[in-house]
């Protein structure tokens, strides 16, 4: 029997499949007790994420064809997920599947600084590597990205907010 | 085909099975006790009025989709949309756990949850938001100045509650200021364009900025959220509207009425469905 924490680390994000739940630092724990119970602990990324009902499910599923048979997945809401969390392996992943990772996250000391200008990331193209990059818009096709195109290439490709 | 970003959805047939997912607690396994010295039906009544403005808001906002002036806008608006549907949706759920006596009685046997109940099974008399959230959107420029005036105040509201005792309320403002920053800048970065845009753009954003305006004050006294406000009007050279509160009768405008028969209707319909 695989270890239950091996086998929750390789469900995918159904949004970003090329991202293990592990990778994605939505992963927390996974505890199994003396009689073989399994609970495993997810912190979800943005609040009206679709995906998470998914993850669960999926965990669940995984857990069961391997012989766990009692599986409960928690939610923990604190420390909120950021995207800080997301491994070394994932980031690699991301810029395999032309995904542009985030940089660090903002760290909070106080209120929230208000940004009037256009944000100003640093980024290369993830599909050419070009340095010059126009952002379109600060929100894309899932909750976690925005889109930016490459002035080199002119490919569209999306970048991980940093939350 | 394997070496796209998309192979992964293809893992298997069940992959895409949403049934199993349909009893999807957003609180799962969280510790719900109430903490010492906070009464539950106080923490529950107000965890409803944060919920009811994220809920009525992300609705109207998403009457938005496919009609923003361009592509970009109208993902921008849905992703807002998206995320003030999630907090209210913890929110109410955060409620329902507090205080049950608040959740609607439903036919027996009906698998629909508890904040499930709240947002679909009350009448408009029951529901705890501010007007300004339930008015019908005018235009862009209208909605770009009731996203800042919303998220302006909630994000500073969401910031204090960030060390609230109750530690589900905690985490879902913890989690929620990420999102109403992103919020925030869009509609102010907006609020700046249009304000120096053409005479038409700057008409536009004063109109809307003068009905937002008169609403305001129903989301609550805060220097912090006033001061914000100050400095975006400053940035884009706009001067605060001198315009007096409305006056609502019975605490909601016919508008939410509207709104919940078109948000409400098929699961109303269908009290024992499965989504």
């Known amino acids: 029997m695989r270890a239950a924490a091996e086998v929750a680390a390789t469900v995918v994000d159904p949004e970003m499949p090329m991202l293990t739940l592990a990778d994605l ?28 009902a998914e993850m669960r499910a999926d965990l669940v599923r995984r857990l069961r064809a391997e012989g766990y048979d009692d599986v409960s997945v928690r939610i923990a809401l604190e420390p909120a997920w950021t995207t800080d969390w997301i491994t070394e392996q994932g980031r690699a992943a991301l810029v395999e599947a032309g995904v542009s990772p985030p940089g660090p996250a903002p760290r909070r000391s106080g209120p929230m600084p208000l940004r009037l200008g256009p944000p100003r990331r640093s980024l ?23 889109l930016y195109r490459c002035a080199a290439c002119g490919e569209p490709f999306e970048h991980v907010k940093e939350i | 085909m394997d070496d796209n970003a998309y192979a992964g959805l293809l893992v298997d047939d069940a992959h895409w099975a949403f049934g199993e ?13 109430v903490p010492d010295g906070i ?18 808001l992300g609705h109207r906002l998403s009457e938005w989709c496919s009609r923003a002036p361009d592509l970009e806008e109208d993902v921008a608006l849905a992703n807002i949309a998206l995320d003030l549907v999630g907090q209210a949706r913890l929110l109410l759920a955060r409620a329902a756990a507090a205080d049950p006596a608040l959740v609607p009685d439903l ?34 420029a209208e909605t770009v100045c009731r996203v800042l005036v919303f998220a302006t105040h909630r994000l500073a509201l969401f910031e204090r509650l960030s060390d609230h005792p109750d530690r589900a309320l905690r985490g879902i403002a913890a989690r929620g200021v990420k999102e109403l920053t992103y919020h925030r800048d869009f509609a102010g970065r907006w609020f ?4 120096g845009g053409t005479e038409e753009s700057r008409r536009r954003l004063e109109a809307g900025l003068a009905t937002v305006w008169a609403h305001r004050r ?22 605060a509207p001198d315009v007096r509160p409305p006056a609502i009768l019975g605490g909601h405008t016919p508008h939410l009425t509207d709104l919940l028969a078109e948000m409400q209707s098929v699961a109303r319909a269908h009290p024992r469905g499965r989504w």
């Open chain 1, 124 to 146: 290369t193209c993830p599909r050419c590597g070009g340095p010059e990059v126009d952002l379109t818009s600060e929100f894309g096709p899932t909750a976690c990205t925005a």
């Open chain 2, 218 to 239: 129903e989301l609550g006294e805060d220097p912090q959220a006033e001061e914000v406000l100050g400095r975006v009007l400053d940035a884009a050279g706009v001067t």
């Open chain 2, 107 to 140: 036919p027996e046997g009906s698998p629909v949850p508890a904040e499930d109940a709240l947002a679909f099974f009350r009448d408009a008399g029951d529901f705890r938001n501010a007007t300004l959230v339930e008015l019908p959107n005018g235009d862009f």
């Open chain 2, 39 to 56: 009464d539950p039906v106080e923490l529950a009544s107000y965890c409803l009025v944060l919920g009811d403005d994220a809920l009525v």
């Open chain 1, 25 to 52: 630092g939505v992963l927390r724990s996974v505890d199994v007790g003396d009689s073989g119970e399994v609970v495993v602990t997810i912190t979800p990324t943005y609040s009206g994420c679709p995906a998470t």
């Open chain 2, 192 to 195: 700046v364009v249009l304000a």
């Open chain 2, 21 to 33: 997912a349909a009893h999807d607690d957003p609180l799962a396994g969280m510790d719900l006790t």
